[in-house]
């Protein structure tokens, strides 16, 4: 799954980690604060450096593993998240 997926999935999720399905909105905003209940992995993109998809990423990895990925990426000429290179975070 991908940074939309876990934010729907994480929007739903309880305590104990079951999910609830259901049909709405979230602003739900994942940072490295938070404590990831349903998700333990996804597929991403790159993301441009501002984009809140990086303070997902935070969620499952410490920011500056994300930085150094994301810097040797760019150095590779890895392709924006549209049209290129996936990354796998477990």
Known sequence: MGTTVVRALESVVDERGIVTPGHGYTRLHITATH???AADGLLTGLHEPQASHLD???A????SVIHDAYENAVEMKYLWHEFGDLNLII
């Open 60 to 63: 499952f990895l410490p920011a």
């Open 35 to 37: 404590k990831l209940k």
């Open 56 to 58: 997902l990423l935070t």
